[in-house]
């Protein structure tokens, strides 16, 4: 459900994807996490209308900071976004539309 709303906004302020992977067909288990995250600035991590933000000062991050990327299934919740160094994972709407530039 929210992979639908975070497409609709994408195409409402006129974004598109330059990548999509399907997370039920290509899983991101924690193990993997660390990789994934190892050259971002920053993490926000977005749960309905509430956000986080994790920074981890040029390091890579552990699995157990990363533990709030995670979701029901144990692997990286989605949608996930990366723009530049700066990765939203999960959605919402307040928060993407501040990471899209729109009011």
């Not at 899983?27 to 190892?38: G, S, W, Y």
């Not at 920074?55 to 692997?75: M, V």
């Amino acid at each position: 459900m929210s992979c639908e709303r975070a497409d609709e906004l994408l195409g409402k302020l006129g974004w598109t994807a330059r990548e999509v992977v399907d997370a039920r067909k290509q899983k991101l288990a924690p193990k993997d996490l660390p990789a994934l995250f190892a050259k971002a600035d920053k993490i926000v991590v977005c749960r309905g209308q509430q956000s986080e933000e994790l920074r981890f000062a040029a390091r890579t991050p552990t699995l157990a900071e990363l533990d709030a990327t995670l979701g029901q299934t144990g692997n990286l919740r989605a949608p996930t976004i990366r723009i530049g160094k700066t990765y939203y994972v999960g959605f919402s709407e307040p928060a993407w539309r501040v990471l899209l530039g729109a009011k």
